[in-house]
């Protein structure tokens, strides 16, 4: 890492214990990455120190002479209890546990209700916004074109980045919690303008108009791009904010899109070349697929008919598209969306697995609390699951797979947000 001296002195202590083990954290988190340097930020969306019941329960005796348990071992990683100063740059706390207002009508527990007020009011005690929504942006925090972010929340990532032509990466909870204190995210991936070009052309044969439409053209890009940047060309009428923000829900939700162009709509992609960087190719494969009207119209039955009825029916494919992707486009440096969270639980594996925590220490018990999700998703072993840090094989494999299968079919058809 090229350290600034600023951040140097972050690392070194000198601006107090939490900066350094945060400094600390987002060192590990920028090796993981091969980040070699820090960009400045002023724009923290996150949620620092929140906790479920489970974690609420299982730090509440943790802490001591005030000092917050849940911020100091799970969002810093800190092998001790340390004093959390408030947020050193303009923070924001995205969702909260319960609705404020309806929180009875939804079922949630008084004490339940309780200890969610008392985390949003630890994390306002720090200088820290409480905002309530995954879109910050239809609640005050509009970033500047070209500004740098550190924000969580897949779908108000993608539309900071297409829309607003802002910059971040899908950050996670101990990335934001760093950045809160001091500052800093690596300068990695969408930071950077040569992995912020397009590398697939979507053409659009037919009009898209409804949010419905536009959310179904979403979902559909991002099954085919992934993690990739699409460039949507020909769309014949110009989306306002719900319309965009259902499409960047969608793609993010069936790939793992984090930013995607459309010419003469966003602010990067006034011409497809620019869009593309430069990189383009002529001769095009054509994708062919329902068309929107014909997939509204599978989407409305299966619906009528109900949920088992939607398990069966295939994804609806929303347009006659062509998927192109850019012949010799720059190299890209682009690991999965999720990365971001991933590499600090793999920078968090490579330290020693045992840590003084008061008088006793890191095994089982924290360790499985921390490190639960790993494996989970894309990574998983097949036929094993991961039940608190360990590997359980189930008891009958073929079953499991085929519970396995199943669910990715109802994701496939909009059962599951991945958030």
């Known amino acids: 890492m090229n350290l600034t001296r600023q951040e140097q002195e972050m690392l070194d202590g000198r601006k107090g214990k939490a900066t350094r083990k945060a400094m600390e954290l987002l060192v590990r988190y920028a090796d993981a990455l091969g980040a070699e340097r820090f960009v400045d930020t002023r724009n923290v969306a996150g949620v620092p120190g929140s906790a479920n019941p489970f974690l609420q329960n299982y730090y509440k005796d943790k802490g001591a002479d005030g000092l917050d348990a849940i911020f100091s071992y799970f969002d810093l990683d800190s092998d001790e209890l340390i004093e959390v100063p408030p947020a050193l740059v303009p923070t924001y706390h995205l969702q909260g546990g319960a609705d404020p207002s309806a929180w009875q009508t939804i079922g949630v527990k008084v004490e339940v209700f309780r200890n969610y007020q008392e985390r949003e009011a630890f994390a306002a005690s720090h200088d820290v916004g409480i905002l309530k929504t995954c879109t910050p942006y239809l609640a005050g925090n509009v970033p500047a074109r070209g500004e740098h972010l550190a924000w969580m929340e897949s779908s108000a990532v993608i539309y900071a980045n297409s829309v607003l032509g802002a910059r971040t990466n899908t950050e996670g909870r101990e990335s934001t919690s760093a950045a809160m204190l001091t500052g800093k995210i690596p300068d990695w991936g969408l930071h950077q303008t040569e992995h912020r070009y397009g590398s697939h052309r979507i053409d659009v044969d037919v009009a898209i108009d409804s949010v419905m439409d536009w ?20 769309t014949r009428s110009q989306p306002e904010i719900v319309r965009l923000k259902h499409f960047g829900a969608a793609a993010s939700s069936s790939g793992g899109v984090e930013m995607y162009h459309i010419v003469g709509v966003t602010p990067e992609a006034p011409t497809l070349e620019a869009a ?47 998927d192109v992707p850019f012949a010799d486009g720059p190299p890209r440096r682009r690991a999965h969306p999720r990365a971001g969270a991933r590499a600090v639980r793999r920078a968090r594996l490579r330290r020693t697995t045992r840590h003084a925590h008061g008088a006793g220490t890191r095994g089982a018990g924290d360790g499985a609390v921390r490190r639960q999700d790993i494996g989970a998703g894309r990574g998983a072993v097949p036929g094993v699951q991961r039940v608190a840090g360990l590997q359980q094989a189930p008891a009958d494999a073929q079953a499991h797979q085929a519970d396995a299968q199943e669910g990715d079919a109802w994701a496939r058809c909009g059962g599951h947000k991945r958030s």
Do not use: N
């Open 215 to 234: 959310g179904m053209l979403g979902y559909y890009v991002g099954d085919v791009v992934q993690e990739r940047i699409p460039v949507v060309v020909g």
């Open 276 to 322: 593309a960087g430069g990189h383009d190719r002529r001769d095009r494969a054509r994708t062919e697929h329902a068309r929107a009207r014909d997939a509204a119209a599978v989407g409305a039955a299966a619906a009528g008919a109900g949920l088992d009825l939607l398990r069966r029916v295939p994804v609806p494919r929303p347009a006659v598209l062509v």
